[in-house]
């Protein structure tokens, strides 16, 4: 299996913009595995939502509430996953955790997940 490492995350007024990376680490072999990865945001009290899905072929997927303010981006070079998120809005505030997706199903959640890195958005 593969390791991710969400950092990012902190306090911002809304409005405000904050990128968010998810570092892979793992053997060449697992790391070869994955097909496609994915942010995820959980708010307090609320179920965990797919947040964003970018696959190995460069495929995007958005949640409606994102869509147009967040822009997800691999760099495969340096093995990490980017949420460029823009236009931050208090509704956005949530833990977010990335995903490792082995499946080629966008909607499979069964691979790695990080820690999950706080975006708190407020004044």
């Known amino acids: 299996q593969v390791q991710l490492v969400e950092s990012g995350g902190g306090l911002v007024q809304p409005g405000g913009s904050l990128r968010l990376s998810c570092a892979v680490s793992g053997s060449a072999f697992v790391i070869e595995r994955i097909y496609a990865m994915g942010w995820y945001r959980q708010a307090p009290g609320k179920q965990r939502e797919l947040v964003a899905t970018?696959?190995?072929?460069?495929?995007?997927n958005y949640a409606d509430s994102v869509r147009g303010r967040f822009t997800i981006s691999r760099d495969n070079a340096k093995n990490t996953v980017n949420l460029q998120m823009n236009s931050l809005k208090p509704e956005d505030t949530a833990v977010y955790y990335c995903n490792a997706k082995y499946s080629s199903s966008i909607v499979d959640t069964s691979g790695p997940w990080g820690q999950g890195t706080q975006v708190t958005v407020s004044s």
């Open positions: 970018i696959t190995r072929g460069g495929s995007t």
